[in-house]
């Protein structure tokens, strides 16, 4: 965090000085800089009161996400287009670039939040495909509701991943992350 770390060179202390003066570790000062980790708990009290800042000063600002970042959020996103060729494929894909990168925490949540949307679309989409042969026999329709419900679907995950492929490119993470949790 860059505050932490602004702070730790006004004051002309290492990383070591700040763990010694405020009875954390040096790993933890570390991660907290290096935005691995956002303090809670017993560490964020005692940053607050050593630095003199609040707890609200320590909460993730969405306009410090970086271009880089944003760029592997997009990606993870994006690789689930892969269900169009590959079955499970929205799955598989953003998985792997998730493990990937989820050292970062903002990607780590995003991502979290790209995969659960992915693992409950597939098990939406296989459920209605499951039960629409049994819904065509009962009320007797002569088109294919499997092939219906597959199209629809499909369009719909890709019209969504196509949505929030726009609010990360935004800046509008947090409206991604609530939408997930939504659906």
Same mark, same amino acid.
């Given at each position: 965090?860059?505050?932490?770390?602004?702070?730790?060179?006004?004051?002309?202390?290492?990383?070591?000085?700040?763990?010694?003066?405020?009875?954390?570790?040096?790993?933890?000062?570390?991660?907290?800089?290096?935005?691995?980790?956002?303090?809670?708990?017993?560490?964020?009290?005692? !940053?607050?009161?050593?630095?003199? *800042?609040?707890?609200?000063? /320590?909460?993730? #600002?969405?306009? %410090?996400? $970086?271009?880089?970042? +944003?760029?592997?959020?997009?990606?993870?996103?994006?690789?689930?287009?892969?269900?169009?060729?590959?079955?499970?494929?929205?799955?598989?894909?953003?998985?792997?670039?998730?493990?990937?990168?989820?050292?970062?925490?903002?990607?780590?949540?995003?991502?979290?939040?790209?995969?659960?949307?992915?693992?409950?679309?597939? !098990?939406?989409?296989?459920?209605? *495909?499951?039960?629409?042969? /049994?819904?065509? #026999?009962?009320? %007797?329709? $002569?088109?294919?509701? +499997?092939?219906?419900?597959?199209?629809?679907?499909?369009?719909?995950?890709?019209?969504?991943?196509?949505?929030?492929?726009?609010?990360?490119?935004?800046?509008?993470?947090?409206?991604?992350?609530?939408?997930?949790?939504?659906?």
């Amino acid at each position: 965090m860059q505050r932490i770390k602004d702070f730790r060179e006004q004051n002309g202390l290492t990383q070591t000085d700040l763990a010694d003066k405020t009875g954390l570790s040096l790993r933890t000062i570390q991660r907290i800089e290096s935005g691995q980790t956002i303090p809670k708990g017993h560490t964020l009290q005692v !940053l607050s009161e050593f630095i003199g *800042l609040s707890h609200a000063d /320590f909460k993730s #600002n969405p306009s %410090q996400v $970086s271009d880089e970042q +944003i760029d592997h959020i997009k990606l993870i996103n994006l690789s689930a287009l892969a269900v169009i060729v590959i079955p499970f494929g929205n799955i598989i894909f953003p998985f792997i670039l998730w493990r990937k990168y989820h050292k970062d925490q903002i990607i780590n949540e995003a991502g979290k939040s790209i995969l659960n949307f992915q693992i409950i679309w597939t !098990l939406v989409l296989s459920l209605l *495909l499951i039960i629409s042969p /049994f819904i065509q #026999n009962s009320i %007797q329709l $002569s088109f294919s509701l +499997i092939i219906v419900i597959l199209i629809l679907g499909y369009c719909f995950n890709i019209l969504m991943i196509f949505k929030f492929s726009r609010w990360i490119s935004n800046g509008i993470l947090n409206r991604l992350k609530v939408t997930y949790q939504l659906l």
